[in-house]
């Protein structure tokens, strides 16, 4: 059983750009924040919904999506984890997991020695566009609780904690952390009501919330980041470019 600790970590949440189909340069994005982060006695990087490939990167036409997405297996993701164990710094970003004959939205969290910590699929469905998918366009069915540095965590991918009934269940589950890595493009009017919307769509949950969005110009999204903790925003990311911010938990 692995129990609630009560190390300090560094996690920086890195709002960067990723590029749709593009999956040697967003990788290279991970690569070099790993090195950097190694440098800044960071413990884990965060990225956001589905930045490898980039989240407009699916055509819903399975025999060329099935290409585009990549295995648990595959060479990108081994890359990401030798660099990960070579600089002992953690990392967790979004992927189009194929898997069988299926093709996921899942979260990968790589601990510092580059062994897998967790590989979630989202559950809920607001990834794909539901009028042009077929079966093997799919969704998880639970949560997966992992340790990283003596510490309790959950992932919950965008709408996850939209559906009420996903939000009860993440709500009984005993973590110290949920990273809760998103894709949207809300304008900057739409940001200060939604900002919001989403403190109070979380403000009972009792661990740390880390929210994670990409920042992209084509289309453009505005990124952004935010911690909440009882309720509140403990810190808040720039939006309108590239950024990060690290909190110490």
């Not at 710094?89 to 194929?98: H, I, K, P, T």
Request: net charge negative.
């Amino acid at each position: 059983m692995v129990k609630k600790g009560s190390v300090i970590m560094r996690i920086s949440l890195l709002s960067y750009e990723f590029v749709n189909n593009d999956v040697r340069k967003n990788i290279g994005v991970i690569i070099n924040a790993l090195e950097k982060a190694s440098h800044e006695n960071v413990d884990m990087i965060m990225f956001g919904e589905s930045f490898i490939q980039g989240f407009d990167s699916l055509g819903w036409n399975y025999d060329k999506d099935q290409d585009d997405a990549i295995f648990l297996s595959s060479y990108e993701i081994r890359c990401i984890r030798s660099i990960a164990n070579r600089y002992q710094v953690g990392c967790a970003f979004g992927y189009f997991e194929r898997f069988k004959e299926h093709i996921y939205s899942s979260y990968l969290v790589i601990g510092k020695n580059g062994n897998i910590l967790s590989n979630y699929r989202r559950r809920s469905i607001g990834w794909k566009v539901k009028e042009l998918c077929d079966e093997h366009y799919s969704e998880g069915d639970s949560f997966d609780v992992f340790e990283f540095e003596g510490k309790r965590f959950v992932s919950a991918l965008c709408g996850d904690l939209w559906d009420d009934g996903l939000l009860d269940e993440m709500s009984k589950i005993d973590a110290d952390v949920i990273l809760w890595p998103i894709y949207v493009n809300f304008s900057k009017e739409q940001w200060i009501k939604e900002k919001e919307e989403y403190l109070n769509r979380v403000k009972e949950l009792k661990p740390y919330v880390l929210l994670v969005n990409s920042y992209t110009r084509n289309p453009e999204s505005l990124g952004g980041s935010f911690v909440y903790k009882d309720g509140k925003i403990l810190m808040e990311g720039k939006r309108g470019q590239t950024d990060k911010i690290t909190i110490e938990l």
